[in-house]
């Protein structure tokens, strides 16, 4: 999106990648600044604070920034140290915490009488077709042939071997859900501070047949957006050209990047409607079951997190093992 910092982490080297990083933790201090301000007012307004004084709410405000800055630290060294994005499993690790309460919680429901026994089974089996959706979304890709020409260097020749282009069905991840969530709380936000902005709240609040289809709609632009933004068919069209691959049939260059925007296209469709769907996923699910507000939330933003991170995390395993038996190999 910035050309800059674009121009930086292609060209930098180790240095621009720190320098990246750099960047990315002040950013996270500056929007974790913002969003404890906002939780502070919100909660000074709904008389959550028990004084209110500006000491409390600046205590609040430094307390929050100081724990986003030590989970950034922590993500940072797990990354480091372990295996995976640490953020990334911190988040995994808060998902899957929540849910043998929560599923305790819907069992002591049922023997209560408050959540019937069907809606409880029917939960849990559309839960797990859920799971496996995203799975097989998640692991989806449409694999694009790249055949490299030969080439003698000296004595020596180099190429023609085959390779391919992987296109993930939902190249952009869990992103659009975040980007299209925050936009539409962005105005509700506004209208708890604004008294003229009440009505807004109503018709396009949480829950709503308005909000649900706009929800659907941005996380469908959000997705075509954010893989415009990481995928560049001329740029991988332009490398492979460099390197003396093309696609089968089809002439390097600008006709390669023509082919690739196309089926970019096709299949990103199919991973918005999915993203679409997993977006308002709760709604539906709650109409389904007919489960009382509260119970068993099944955010579809979570088990895209919980799902992707499992399967990262089981890759890089896989990858770390099979480093180490090849080295056993070597020596």
Request: cysteine-free.
């Amino acid at each position: 999106v910035i050309p800059q910092l674009e121009e930086l982490a292609k060209e930098g080297g180790v240095e621009g990648r720190r320098k990246i990083a750099n960047y990315t933790r002040y950013g996270a201090v500056v929007l974790g600044l913002i969003q404890a301000f906002g939780i502070t007012m919100l909660a000074r307004n709904y008389n959550v604070l028990a004084t209110g004084s500006t000491f409390d709410m600046v205590l609040i405000v430094v307390t929050l920034v100081a724990g986003t800055t030590l989970l950034m630290w922590m993500g940072e060294k797990i990354s480091e140290q372990g295996i995976g994005n640490g953020i990334s499993l911190i988040i995994f690790v808060g998902i899957v915490a929540s849910m043998p309460f929560e599923l305790v919680q819907a069992i002591q429901g049922v023997i209560q009488g408050v959540i019937s026994p069907l809606s409880l089974i029917v939960f849990l089996l559309l839960a797990v077709l859920v799971v496996a959706g995203v799975v097989m979304i998640q692991q989806g890709q449409r694999r694009i042939p790249v055949q490299y020409a030969k080439r003698v260097v000296g004595r020596r020749m180099y190429g023609g071997q085959s390779t391919h282009i992987p296109l993930s069905v939902n190249q952009a991840g869990v992103i659009p859900v975040i980007f299209a969530s925050s936009v539409l709380a962005f105005p509700l936000t506004l209208a708890q501070f604004i008294p003229a902005l009440e009505g807004l709240s109503r018709v396009v609040g949480y829950g709503t047949v308005v909000y649900n289809i706009l929800y659907a709609l941005l996380t469908m632009f959000f997705t075509y957006f954010y893989t415009a933004v990481t995928f560049d068919p001329r740029e991988v069209a332009d490398n492979m050209k460099k390197w003396g691959g093309f696609v089968p049939g089809l002439r390097p260059g600008r006709p390669t990047a023509q082919y690739l925007d196309r089926i970019l296209t096709r299949i990103t469709l199919v991973g918005a409607v999915f993203l679409a769907v997993m977006a308002v996923l709760p709604y539906i699910m709650a109409g389904i079951t007919r489960m009382p507000p509260g119970m068993l939330y099944f955010g579809g933003t979570s088990v895209l997190i919980a799902v992707g991170v499992a399967l990262d995390t089981v890759k890089q395993i896989e990858a770390h093992l099979l480093m180490r038996h090849y080295e056993g190999f070597l020596k």
